[in-house]
């Protein structure tokens, strides 16, 4: 079983940063591909960042240049670099993450971490 906990969360000011990690624990080798999601209130759930096996990364219109999605391999971990933040950016993140184990992969969510921006 794969457990993903999201941690950084928080209220901030608008133009202000914050950085989401992601730790990916149990039945984990490694992270194969890392993603992070949002959802606001009333509002579907939406990529916000994505990062393949390969190092691609792919990101939201609505944060490009302003988000950054990186992993530290040797801690299992997924980060998100948000800066500039806005009050359209208030919304609940969640980690998503594909990971390798004994031959295998699967996918897990993460519970979700409260990210608050003031204007």
């Known amino acids: 079983q794969v457990q993903l906990v999201e941690s950084g969360g928080g209220l901030v000011q608008a133009g202000g940063s914050l950085r989401l990690s992601c730790v990916a624990s149990g039945s984990v080798f490694s992270i194969n591909v890392g993603g992070w999601y949002r959802q606001a209130p009333g509002k579907q759930r939406e990529l916000v960042a994505a990062?393949?096996?390969?190092?691609?990364?792919n990101y939201a219109d609505s944060v490009k240049g302003r988000f950054t999605i990186s992993r530290d391999n040797a801690k299992n971990t997924v980060y998100l670099q948000m800066n500039s933040l806005k009050p359209e950016d208030t919304a609940v993140y969640y980690c998503?993450?594909?990971?390798?184990?004994?031959?295998?992969?699967?996918?897990?969510w993460g519970q979700g971490t409260q990210v608050t921006v003031s204007s």
């Open positions: 990062l393949t096996s390969g190092e691609t990364t």
């Open positions: 998503n993450a594909q990971t390798y184990y004994s031959g295998s992969y699967s996918w897990s």
